[in-house]
């Protein structure tokens, strides 16, 4: 079943009725209208024009109150215009003096702005090579870090190793007699000792 809005849209595109005027109907009414324009083409053609003459008004309305309004707003903009271009003479007349002291406090401004742009470019030009020295060492620092990383992964593997052969030869140890240990033994400490 259509919404009101689905409804509403039906009524536009086939028609054009405007939503704003059908937003005041119930979608029951809605749904009527529908079946009413649908079985009655009189009713259609009546619909249709009233339609055209409401987009016709419409649409003159607009014009002629942008053209009233465009006017109005020409007026009041030519008036405030005239009032400025006086205020601007007198105020031009009387501020001569202050506009040349204006002028040269700003040129000592700008004089000082570009020493102090000068100044900043080159001290960015210095943090900008402190930057680059930083990410070099920085990159030395991250292989250095991955070398030792491989290294202690190589040592603690043969750390394992060592463990392990001594947990194999203390195992063995243990199945000898006396004589054979101490052959054991010093094998075992031979190969510790390289």
């Known amino acids: ?30 749904e009527r209208l529908l079946d009413v324009l649908k079985n009655e083409p009189s009713t259609v053609k009546l619909i249709e024009s009233f339609a055209q003459k409401n987009s016709n008004l419409g649409r ?3 014009h002629f109150s942008r053209m009233h309004s465009q006017a109005e707003k020409n007026l009041e903009s030519l008036k ?3 009032q400025d271009l006086e205020k601007s003479i007198k105020n031009l007349e009387e501020s001569k003096k202050e506009l040349e ?4 406090i700003l040129e000592n401004k700008r004089i000082k702005l570009e020493a102090d742009i000068k100044s900043l470019s080159s001290e960015n030009n210095s943090l900008a090579s402190k930057v680059q020295n ?3 060492q920085n990159d ?6 991955e070398q030792l990383k ?3 992964k190589d040592l603690k593997n043969i750390v394992d190793q060592i463990r392990l052969r001594l947990a194999r030869d203390t195992k063995l140890l ?21």
């Open 1 to 30: 079943m259509a919404s009101k809005d689905e409804l509403q849209n039906t009524l536009k595109e086939k028609y054009g009725i405007n939503k704003n005027i059908s937003q005041s109907l119930a979608k029951a009414e809605c």
């Open 80 to 82: 405030k215009e005239h």
């Open 140 to 145: 030395e620092l991250i292989d250095a870090n």
């Open 174 to 194: 243990l199945q000898y007699e006396e004589s054979e240990i101490k052959k054991v033994l010093i094998r075992l400490f031979s190969w510790t000792l390289g």
């Open 134 to 136: 930083l990410t070099s």
């Open 150 to 152: 491989k290294d202690n």
């Open 60 to 62: 003159n309305n607009a």
């Open 101 to 104: 002291n204006k002028k040269k």
